[in-house]
């Protein structure tokens, strides 16, 4: 036996090639994931990640910090009050009806984004709102975008011309509490 072993070492050496190339192309062949690379990025890196390298750093709203500013600011210790950075002051929404105007969002189906659209128009009362012909409501429901058709599903004219004149108790009746 050992002299077959001897006499076909060369073929047994050829046949663990042959079986390792072929479990080397199995193994390849059955990968999830491949790589393949258009001709232009053949000579390059990939740039599929271009749009991320060339963002700008994210900032955070209110805090800026200069180089010289990092210095500037001491170290706290456990027992001393905190230390406010400096920066710009962060913008504060309005929550308040403008002077002179009403709280529109008292009006059912009118919400913020709304509110603002109608800002926008210079509508800001309740006086206006009741005031508005046919002709107001079509011109204004036109420029609502994806809210048209609102003004008078939600009756608007009616709950405005109820709020301004200050009946509640009509208002809650008609159009339930807020």
């Given at each position: 036996?050992?002299?077959?072993?001897?006499?076909?070492?060369?073929?047994?050496?050829?046949?663990?090639?042959?079986?390792?190339?072929?479990?080397?192309?199995?193994?390849?062949?059955?990968r999830r994931?491949?790589?393949?690379?258009?001709p232009?990025?053949?000579d390059?890196?990939a740039?599929?990640?271009q749009?991320?390298?060339?963002?700008?750093?994210a900032?955070?709203?209110?805090?800026?910090?200069?180089?010289?500013?990092?210095?500037a600011?001491?170290?706290?210790?456990?027992?001393?009050?905190?230390?406010?950075?400096?920066?710009?002051?962060?913008?504060?929404?309005?929550?308040a009806?403008?002077?002179?105007?009403?709280?529109?969002?008292?009006?059912?189906?009118?919400?913020?984004?709304?509110k603002?659209?109608?800002?926008?128009?210079?509508?800001?009362?309740?006086?206006?709102?009741a005031?508005?012909?046919?002709?107001?409501i079509?011109?204004?429901?036109?420029?609502?975008?994806r809210f048209?058709?609102r003004?008078?599903?939600?009756?608007?004219?009616e709950?405005?011309?109820l709020?301004a004149?200050?009946?509640?108790a009509?208002?809650a009746q008609?159009?339930?509490?807020?």
């Amino acid at each position: 036996m050992a002299d077959l072993v001897q006499s076909n070492m060369a073929l047994l050496v050829v046949a663990l090639l042959v079986a390792a190339v072929v479990v080397l192309w199995l193994v390849m062949a059955n990968r999830r994931t491949r790589i393949e690379l258009t001709p232009d990025e053949a000579d390059g890196p990939a740039r599929r990640n271009q749009a991320l390298i060339d963002a700008p750093p994210a900032v955070v709203p209110g805090v800026t910090l200069a180089p010289t500013d990092v210095a500037a600011v001491p170290l706290v210790e456990p027992d001393a009050t905190p230390v406010t950075l400096p920066g710009p002051e962060a913008p504060t929404v309005a929550t308040a009806a403008p002077s002179g105007g009403d709280d529109l969002l008292l009006i059912k189906g009118l919400g913020p984004k709304i509110k603002a659209l109608l800002a926008e128009q210079g509508v800001t009362t309740f006086a206006q709102i009741a005031a508005w012909t046919d002709a107001d409501i079509d011109r204004i429901d036109a420029q609502l975008g994806r809210f048209q058709g609102r003004i008078r599903r939600e009756s608007w004219v009616e709950q405005a011309k109820l709020l301004a004149a200050g009946d509640k108790a009509a208002f809650a009746q008609r159009f339930g509490n807020n």
